[in-house]
T-cell receptor, first 114, second 113 residues
């Protein structure tokens, strides 16, 4: 099994550009989420989904958009990139919380916005 | 909002020592608490998950305990090895809003030979 796969691993954008970070999991997990990790800030939840067609906001959702049309995929869209969005982005998935809730993470996508 | 604090922020020990990492959280109405390991430039790897009905979990040299009433968890690492060097993070959910996890900032552990 591949687990949680994120693409791209590295990306450089100019201010105002848009892009999509891809996340796919092959474990049939209902729960998927996006986090950003910044030095000294820890991991902060951006958006999450508890199943196909259902998404919700986390702590820092502004400037990001998500959709969940399939169980496997959970893309994160940056609408108009800003330097404050320079960060490492992690996608995670898990079985339903009342079953397990163990989180599986991707390797991360490092984004730089100039 | 759930606040998660990890102490110490950094720890450097010689090989072979037993050590304890601490995690505290402000809202005791949690469903799960998880401990993760993160190596530099890598993603997070789940080490132990403790559900709210449990008091502890063990995996090899690792033992994690949970005291919901006091809002604390500890990760005990026995007979530390240089390969244990990494950042250790704890994360909790908040029982009223399952699906939202809150992370501590981690403890950076260095085990020297």
């Amino acid at each position: 099994n591949a687990g949680v796969t994120q693409t791209p691993k590295f990306q450089v954008l100019k201010t105002g550009q848009s892009m999509t970070l891809q996340c796919a999991q092959d474990m049939n997990h209902e729960y998927m989420s996006w986090y950003r990790q910044d030095p000294g800030m820890g991991l902060r939840l951006i958006h999450y989904s508890v199943g196909a067609g259902i998404t919700d906001q986390g702590e820092v959702p502004n400037g990001y958009n998500v959709s969940r049309s399939t169980t496997e995929d959970f893309p994160l869209r940056l609408l108009s990139a800003a330097p404050s969005q320079t960060s490492v982005y992690f996608c995670a998935s898990s079985p339903p919380f009342r079953v397990s809730g163990e989180l599986f993470f991707g390797e991360g996508s490092r984004l730089t916005v100039l | 909002k759930q606040e998660v604090t990890q102490i110490p922020a950094a720890l450097s020990v010689p090989e072979g020592e037993n050590l304890v990492l601490n995690c505290s959280f402000t809202d005791s109405a949690i469903y799960n608490l998880q401990w993760f390991r993160q190596d530099p430039g890598k993603g997070l790897t789940s080490l132990l998950l403790i559900q709210s009905s449990q008091r502890e979990q063990t995996s090899g040299r690792l033992n994690a305990s949970l005291d919901k009433s006091s809002g604390r968890s500890t990760l005990y690492i026995a007979a530390s090895q240089p390969g244990d060097s990494a950042t250790y993070l704890c994360a909790v959910d908040r029982g009223s809003t399952l699906g939202r996890l809150y992370f501590g900032r981690g403890t950076q552990l260095t085990v020297w030979p």
